[in-house]
């Protein structure tokens, strides 16, 4: 019967848990927005790095003397 208790309280808990993270990630959406938007009242430019997507060169030619 204890085990049934405790099973459940932690089910209560995890529940509660959940309904925080839930309200605590609607917030954080809400303030990043609001965050960008006042960056883009003042015209604040940001300009963040652009990854350089080329892959290495790696590409050596076949010289046909190895495989003859």
Do not use: W
């Amino acid at each position: 019967m204890d085990s049934i208790y405790c099973s459940r309280s932690n089910t209560a808990e995890v529940d509660a848990l959940k309904e925080e993270v839930t309200t605590l990630k609607g917030a954080y959406v809400g303030h990043v927005r609001d965050l960008v938007r006042a960056i883009q009242m003042i015209g604040i430019q940001i300009s963040l790095p652009v990854p350089d997507l080329a892959p290495p060169s790696t590409f050596e030619p076949l010289h046909l003397e190895d495989y003859l």
